[in-house]
């Protein structure tokens, strides 16, 4: 797995931004349905998921693809459902293949968050998609699966990895997550620091900031446990609530950042220093954890937060699958 440069970020005197300090010291990638946003910001991977491609395919300028994915199963004999289910999959294909136009890296392509504790539909899901991306001639070391971060997620996962398909587990608010994620051997992870902030925040009435941020502490003790025991998972921070979180988590493997906060970052021009490595990492005082089915699901449901909003965003994103549905429906004429 290739990390980013260990270099220190650039001397503050030459004016170099804050996007670009970043990107000396970690992966890049934009978490965005946009296409003019990935090519402003230039990041090196892009992910999406249900809700950025229901919020970027309802805009005039991506109605084209929308149009195209219909028209490629329009005469098909097929029942609605049938139908409705292979435009939708056509259509995540296509916003992927044209985010692959735009980066020099990987995309990642969501699995229904619907069947996210249906380890076989996940499995036929991910291949579904690497067969749509291999009709239009890309390689499947471009894709990600991007797949919930339950048990049978990673177990999914898992399977997909040994065939050769790599995968990019989400929703994932948690250590026994993320350690379940790193023995099946999955390519990265994305735990959600924005979201952990949210909860305590609501739960405490506390403004958390900079290395107190429980957010910030969980993706950094992910990190530390990876390197500390040597999983070539990779670590990638996603859903930040602000800047300042981003900068704690500098050293990261990567970082995928929203178009807002890329532009914050692009105008900010205070230094950035590393706040990961692997070699603290390696001495730091970490304890092994071994985990079965019965650990990891008790340990997930005796943590409050990471038990409601892995819940709570497998329900949104299902909701906004279903949206994408009904918007397909309305469409076919």
């Not at 409050?304 to 299902?318: D, L, Q, S, V």
Request: hydrophobic share 35%; with cysteine.
């Amino acid at each position: 797995m290739t990390q980013p440069s260990p270099s220190a970020a650039p001397e503050s005197g030459n004016q170099a931004n804050q996007l670009d300090q970043l990107k000396q010291l970690t992966k890049v990638v934009a978490d965005t349905g946009d296409f003019g946003a990935m090519k402003q910001y230039e990041p090196l991977d892009a992910t999406t998921n249900p809700s950025l491609i229901l919020k970027a395919v309802q805009k005039k300028e991506y109605e084209t693809l929308l149009k195209q994915a219909i028209e490629a199963h329009k005469g098909s004999g097929e029942s609605e459902a049938e139908k409705v289910d292979r435009i939708m999959g056509e259509l995540l294909v296509l916003f992927g293949t044209e985010i692959l136009k735009i980066i020099p890296g990987r995309v990642s392509t969501e699995t229904d968050a619907r069947f996210s504790f249906n380890t076989a539909h996940i499995v036929e899901d991910g291949r579904r998609f690497i067969r749509l991306y291999e009709e239009k001639g890309i390689s499947n070391d471009r894709i990600l699966i991007k797949i919930a971060s339950t048990w049978e997620g990673i177990r999914a996962a898992e399977q997909l990895e040994r065939e050769g398909i790599h995968c990019n587990l989400t929703l994932l608010f948690s250590l026994p997550q993320a350690i379940a994620c790193a023995e099946a051997g999955v390519q990265l992870i994305s735990p959600f620091v924005g979201r952990i902030y949210d909860w305590y925040k609501k739960s405490t009435g506390k403004e958390y900031t900079g290395a107190e941020d429980p957010g910030v502490q969980s993706v950094k003790s992910i990190y530390n446990y990876y390197k500390k025991f040597g999983y070539e998972t990779e670590v990638m921070g996603a859903s930040f609530r602000n800047s300042s979180q981003i900068i704690e988590l500098a050293g990261c493997d990567l970082l995928t950042i929203s178009p807002e906060l890329l532009e914050e970052l692009r105008t900010g021009n205070e230094p950035i220093e590393r706040k990961l490595d692997p070699e603290s990492a390696q001495v730091a005082d970490i304890e092994k954890v071994t985990l079965d089915e019965p650990t990891f699901r008790y340990q997930l449901n005796n943590d409050a937060m990471a038990t409601e909003k892995t819940a709570e965003g497998i329900r949104n994103f299902a909701a906004d699958s279903v949206k994408l549905e009904n918007l397909i429906r309305a469409n076919l004429g």
